[in-house]
């Protein structure tokens, strides 16, 4: 915690200030979406990509965007520029509003809406350089992962048996298959220099840092396939690696006991990662 100029409802706080109902949806049902956008250099990385996804999100459970796309781009604009934000994230939720507690819910209520910024510096993550290593568990999440729900109790304890176990972080296994990290998109890279990563379907949430992935592997002739792949077949891949929009490609070297390549970052993760950073930021508004 520090002293953040938050974003509620319309007004701008200091982060002490800012209180939600205890009967908001959020506390009491992890009723609500939220996006995460990276600040590099002071402005937002594939920012249309997180608009379109939260638009998309809050439709398929039906809650009523609280503010216009536009409007939405000027408060993000307003955070990084009240915090003076140079490298950072910015992290948006809006839930279904405050009701006394009941299953179900009236259409009329009002989506409550905060904004708040963390400092990170994501382009220089010793993690790129060093490569992550991650343990395998089972997916026990509700099988609507493709929407950008709060609703992050299991990912938050897959993260916490990988901490306690030694490691950086989870894949989640389904039906034998990886479907993808705790927090990231999971994708590996084949002997022939392919890169795989699972399609999408409701049971993984639709990356925008995937998306723009996959768009600069067509460009940079990278060839690549959207498919499942197991564990074993990821234990014996050339490369891993995750996505996600303040990770950008982090190599990930270590698979449970197996150690993945030459136990360091590839150079296919290695030239996604330059590519993705040098396009995003060209492209960043
Ligand atoms: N998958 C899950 C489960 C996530 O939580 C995230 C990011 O939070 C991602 C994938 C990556 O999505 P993005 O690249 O849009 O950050």
């Given at each position: ?131 992550i290593?991650v ?105 891993a690696f995750i ?8 190599p990930v070297v ?32």
């Amino acid at each position: 915690m520090s002293d953040r100029i938050v974003y509620l409802n319309g007004e701008w706080l200091p982060e002490t200030e800012a209180k939600v109902s205890i009967f908001d949806r959020a506390f009491l049902f992890g009723d609500a979406i939220y996006e995460v956008t990276a600040v590099v250099n002071g402005k937002l990385l594939d920012y249309p990509g997180h608009t379109a996804r939260l638009n998309r999100s809050l439709n398929e459970i039906g809650i009523k965007a609280p503010v216009s796309d536009d409007e939405l781009l000027e408060i993000h604009r307003e955070i990084v520029r009240k915090n003076e934000i140079t490298d950072g994230l910015i992290y948006l939720q809006i839930s279904r509003g405050a009701a006394d507690r009941d299953f179900t819910f009236k259409s009329d209520l009002k989506p409550t809406i905060t904004l708040f910024t963390q400092v990170k510096d994501a382009v220089n993550n010793p993690q790129a350089e060093t490569g992550i290593s991650v343990i395998t568990v089972p997916d026990q999440r509700w099988r609507r992962c493709d929407i950008k729900t709060v609703q992050l109790l299991y990912p938050s304890l897959a993260k916490m048996e990988a901490k306690s176990r030694g490691a950086d972080d989870a894949w989640l296994i389904l039906d034998g298959m990886v479907t993808e990290a705790s927090s990231a998109t999971a994708h590996i890279i084949d002997a022939n220099g392919k890169l795989i990563t699972r399609q999408l379907t409701t049971e993984i949430l639709p990356g925008i840092t995937r998306a723009s992935i996959l768009d600069i592997a067509k460009e940079a002739g990278v060839d690549f396939e959207e498919r499942a792949f197991s564990p074993e077949e990821a234990k014996n891949a050339a490369e891993a690696f995750i996505t996600s929009a303040t990770a950008f490609v982090t190599p990930v070297v270590k698979i449970d006991d197996t150690v993945i390549g030459e136990g360091k970052p590839g150079p296919v993760s290695k030239k996604l990662r330059e590519l993705y950073i040098k396009s995003r930021i060209e492209l960043s508004i």
